[in-house]
């Protein structure tokens, strides 16, 4: 099984970048389609960007696409989201997830990290 840790959360003004990082151990990302969630209070948690494992395709839901970017780089065995022109509604708990198959649904992911806070102010 693969074991994913989140990090680069924080708090940001509107409008500044982040950048989240998802270090992997326990097996290569490379076998998996790697994807990020997230999930803002009293909400569920919704799908943000996916990388697929083999062409490294990307997709993205229509609130972030052309500001956020998701990457892997497969021999640091990490995943990266670079989020541009925060907005206050992506304030939320951040979640790196990996699957072999995949998908855009939270539940065709089998692993998950523990979340890291954005919180993005005016």
């Known amino acids: 099984q693969v074991q994913l840790v989140e990090s680069g959360g924080g708090l940001v003004q509107a409008g500044d970048s982040l950048r989240l990082s998802c270090a992997a151990s326990g097996r290569t990302l490379s076998m998996y389609v790697m994807a990020w969630f997230r999930q803002a209070p009293g909400k569920e948690r919704e799908f943000v960007a996916r990388?697929?494992?083999?062409?490294?395709?990307?997709y993205y839901a229509s609130s972030v696409k052309g500001r956020f970017t998701i990457s892997r780089d497969n021999p640091k065995n990490t995943l990266s989201l670079q989020m541009n022109s925060l907005k206050l509604e992506d304030t939320a708990v951040y979640y790196c997830?990996?699957?072999?198959?995949?998908?855009?649904?939270?539940?065709?992911?089998?692993?998950w990290g523990q979340g890291t806070q954005v919180t993005v102010s005016s």
């Open positions: 990388i697929n494992k083999r062409d490294d395709n990307t």
């Open positions: 997830a990996a699957d072999v198959i995949g998908g855009f649904a939270r539940s065709e992911f089998d692993f």
